[in-house]
């Protein structure tokens, strides 16, 4: 009886673990980012900043962001993108993405109030704000891609299944 409520519970946690990885792999969801490279996947939840409003504000005065958490600034069409960190509070890293969805520079640990333009490389259809230091420590570079609904799926290098 015992060892029938061991396996039980075993399958139980096999059948856990599943999801919980078949969610780390990710559907296309727009509260969420999936980037991948060489160095393997992660995850980020995301805010959508999709509006002149909501990009000029990002994530200024946030005192604390959560570590997968983060922000995607949306733009209408490729085009050149600036960062400052006015008002910001954290450090941040600061991804600059093309219409494909191919990371095409980045800026660590953007310092928190610093008034230094951060410019993107190209044209920029996305921009993803993360905690300052965690590109580095997962090993997100040049040439890492990320999935997002927002990308035109008939185009992007990783596109939604």
């Known amino acids: 009886m015992l060892s029938l409520r061991l396996a039980g519970a075993a399958l139980l946690l096999l059948c856990l ?3 919980a990885v078949a969610g ?8 969420a980012v999936h980037l991948r490279g060489e160095w393997g996947q992660i995850s980020f939840q995301v805010r959508i900043a999709d509006d002149p ?4 504000e990002g994530l200024m005065h946030v005192a ?27 450090s941040l890293d600061i991804l600059f993405f093309d219409q494909t ?4 520079n980045l800026h660590s ?9 951060l410019e993107g490389a190209g044209d920029v259809f996305t921009v993803l704000e993360i905690n ?21 799926q008939d185009s992007a290098v990783w596109a939604c299944p």
């Open 109 to 117: 640990r953007a310092v928190p109030g610093d008034l230094t333009p």
């Open 17 to 19: 673990y599943g999801v």
């Open 24 to 31: 780390e792999a990710g559907e296309c969801d727009e509260n």
């Open 132 to 152: 300052g230091g965690l590109a580095e420590l997962y090993g997100i570079g040049p040439g890492s891609e990320m999935r997002h609904p927002a990308y035109p």
């Open 64 to 90: 604390h962001l959560p570590r997968r958490e983060g922000m995607l600034f949306v733009y209408p069409h490729p085009q050149p993108a600036s960062f400052w960190m006015k008002n910001t509070l954290i």
């Open 53 to 56: 409003s909501e990009r000029a």
């Open 101 to 104: 969805g191919r990371l095409l």
